[in-house]
């Protein structure tokens, strides 16, 4: 599976949208881009996932890149609630593709 | 209503004991997982398994060893030899084909005193 990189960490104030980027160079053709979020001490929250197209959802939208190299997941009006990490993984659709998590974005929402 | 259930929440074992954490999931998922987390870290596979009876092991898998008698149920246990068992534990299941996520159980905090 590919690899991907992201920012440590990123503030957003309260009602602004949310711009975290992801970088995915090697990601190949049949690598679906993935997003999820922890808030502290929980499990991992699935956002939105996509593969070449521009995804939307009542949580988010996800921006691929044409080349498919990077993404960009849109919080359009952060919240308090919205401060988590927040990871960017590529995944296969193959039986023995799995899930590999980096260290994330840690987005601060702040008043 | 259907998910993935962690037990227990918090979980206290003394130096050279084994401790079994459970995971139980009602969604009818094919596959299921179990990921470690350290502090300030992202989250590292230990065991995963795509069918009943079958599973392989992870990037962590020393010192950890699991089950798969049932669909819903994937047990973990943290046996003596796991040398810095102290962790966040997450079980996650999914759908094994397509593009399915992974739905996440809410962790076990496991501490070694």
């Known amino acids: 599976d590919a690899k991907t990189t992201q920012p440590t960490s990123m503030d957003c104030a309260e009602g602004r949208a949310a711009n975290l980027p992801c970088n995915h160079s090697?990601?190949?053709?049949?690598?679906?881009v993935y997003w999820y979020r922890q808030i502290h001490s929980q499990g991992p929250q699935y956002i939105i996932h996509?593969?070449?197209n521009n995804e939307t959802n009542e949580m988010a939208s996800l921006i691929i890149t044409e080349d498919r190299k990077s993404s960009t997941l849109i919080l359009p009006h952060a919240t308090l609630r919205d401060t988590a990490v927040y990871y960017c993984?590529?995944?296969?659709?193959?039986?023995?593709?799995?899930?590999?998590f980096g260290t994330g974005t840690r987005l601060q929402v702040t008043l | 209503d259907g998910g993935i259930t962690q037990s227990p929440k918090y979980l206290f074992r003394k130096e050279g004991q084994n401790v079994t954490l459970s995971c139980e999931q009602n969604l009818n998922h094919d596959a299921m997982y179990w990921y470690r987390q350290d502090p300030g870290q992202g989250l590292r596979l230990i065991y995963y398994?795509?069918?009943?009876?079958?599973?392989q092991k992870g990037d962590i898998a020393e010192g950890y060893s699991v089950s798969r008698e049932k669909k819903e149920s994937f047990p973990l246990t943290v046996t003596s030899a796991q040398k810095n068992p102290t962790a966040f534990y997450l079980c996650?299941?999914?759908?094994?084909?397509?593009?399915?996520?992974?739905?996440f159980g809410s962790g076990t905090r496991l501490t070694v005193v």
């Open positions: 090697t990601i190949s053709g049949n690598e679906y």
């Open positions: 398994s795509q069918i009943v009876n079958d599973f």
């Open positions: 996509g593969l070449k």
């Open positions: 993984i590529v995944r296969g659709t193959g039986t023995a593709s799995k899930l590999t």
């Open positions: 996650a299941s999914s759908l094994d084909r397509g593009e399915y996520g992974y739905t």
